[in-house]
């Protein structure tokens, strides 16, 4: 249901129903926008949402030193 | 969030010493301790440190386990994860101190390397595209879809990559070639066809960091102007296949792949073919030719090139996994960075499979530049057993046998090439003392004579002929004037074979002729095999005065050979003996009764000189 979307497991999901990326019409920033994101609409918890995925993944000091 | 992540390689290497059964039971002590929510695992592409595999890495401390089995797990998860103690026994131990080390990063295995193109290999999972994106990727893709081609070309061009696969070609230059030439239709071909015995540097890259590939491959599509790529692997490879079509399949999931790429116009496919293993299909043309579904055989000349008729005649970009892999951090760091790392004239890094009588032997990846030296005594922590150093292989097959006087040797293409042996694909296998240098060229031989698609007469009878003069001097029958002939008949392969296969052939025999001619003269002229390794020319015998009559020998030898009554000297029968050589290993160190000999000292026990 629309305005119902909590969880953010992977880059595809999408953060909330603001999100426009699609099959049908991609987003240009999907990259920059999984990583520093969200680019299109401000929202503190849509961020979170991101930096949860980045920090699971981050599993050591050197992870991001490359 | 995770207390600890546990990092086991999953490379096709660690899989085979145990790797899954580690998972496996990981998990279950882990769901024992109930920490299974606290702990991840991750299974990673290959970590390069091959011999020591299974590895087994702890973050955020990086404690670095290696050797580790299924059966050591309630052991680690009690003692580690649950004491905080670590488990000593466990640890990488230095070969000369035999001191343990904690973190890979103290490892003088990994110390010296410069992980560009393996730089996600063993550090991320590789089925899991969010990992790869967080280690920026596909951020070169999404840079070059808002450059120009040849903004693009000029970027790759002045980095001064060169052609990883072997030869060393100017890869931007293949790429303005690609690009300049007009066509409706254009391909862009991954070469993972790689073949060299021992090689396995392409493998790790699609087993560990697949969609590093991908993108790389995209962006050549981008800059060429071509929609659609083949990746040729081999079928032997199945972990690689398997990890590569998941790799496809999660960016075009992702939008990545596909139709209008990030909204950009851009469609791009990428296809996988499956080579049925022959060593001549690595070879542009006879790549091209498998691709399309018949035997491949390599173009006779004059033929167009690849790039400019190449895949069902159109302009075709080939390119090796590790050349396309780099290139999306080319893009994102721009060419200075590149061309910042290695020598004047070669940039970047090499990838080698160090393999043989080293330490340490596994996956590596140096600067280009570094002294061949260093390369076998700092990261492969020189020859083990206290042996000498005698000569290092490189290129595979095709490639030749440097000896101790070239280990001064800054390693890139052309010093390589200039000395008598090449890059190639990456093998690189160091002998010892031990090794006999004409066997060893016997031996790379052999595979190409066996590995010959037989179009070309020098390539099909040249290396044929040359293989049975080895054979002779291997056996004893070596004759006066085939040294001579090696020579002569290599330079006729080299000058009328059709192919880089064919022209590439006699190196390792040219190139040991050029350093070990002396080994050559010994089998010929005296009958002797120096390093004590070719059969003919061997024999083994027991001293009377330092046997003790253990009897091990006489037990172990399946021939039936060894006589002699307990506590009373032994004898070998050399009519029954199959020279396998199982006395000679056995006999105690404290006797060492069962000797090895070989030329004149043969003739001296045949007259009861003895030994």
Known sequence: ?66 | MYDKQILICAGTGCISSGALDVKGSLEKELEKHNLQDKVRIILSGCHGFCEKGPIFIVYPEDIFYCGVTAEDMPELVEEYLVKGNIVDRLLYKDPITGESVTSHENIPFYRQQKRLVLRNCGVIDPENIDEYIIRDGYSGLKKSLQMDPKEIIDTVKNSGLRGLGGAGFPTGRKWETAYKIESDKKYVVCNADEGDPGAFMDRSVLEGDPHSVLEGLMIAGKAIGSDEAYVYVRAEYPLAVRRLRKAIAQAEEYGLLGENILNSGFNFKVNVKEGAGAFVCGESTALVISIEGKRGMPKPLPRPRTTEAGLWDKPTLLNNVKTLSVIPQIINNGADWFAGIGTEKCKGTAVFALTGKTNCSGLIEVPMGIKLGKIIHEIGGGIPGGKKFKAVQTGGPSGGCLPESKLDLAVDFDTLLQAGSMMGSGGMVVLDETTCMVDVARYFLNFTVEESCGQCTPCRSGTLQMLEILNDICEGNGREGDVELLLELGKSIIDSSICGLGKSAPNPVLSTIDYFRDEYEAHIKDKTCPALVCKNLIIYDIDQEACTGCGRCRKNCPAGAIAGDKKEPHVIDQEKCTKCAICYDLCPDRFSAVKCLTGEKITAMAKGGGN
């Open chain 1, 1 to 66: 249901m629309k305005g119902e979307i909590k969880l953010m497991e992977r880059f595809i999901d999408p953060c909330c129903d603001k999100c426009v990326n699609s099959k049908i019409k991609p987003c240009e920033n999907f990259v920059e926008c999984r990583l520093s994101g969200p680019i299109c609409h401000e929202n503190k918890e849509c961020t979170g949402k991101r930096q949860a995925i980045i920090e699971k993944y981050n599993h050591s000091p050197g992870f991001f030193q490359h």
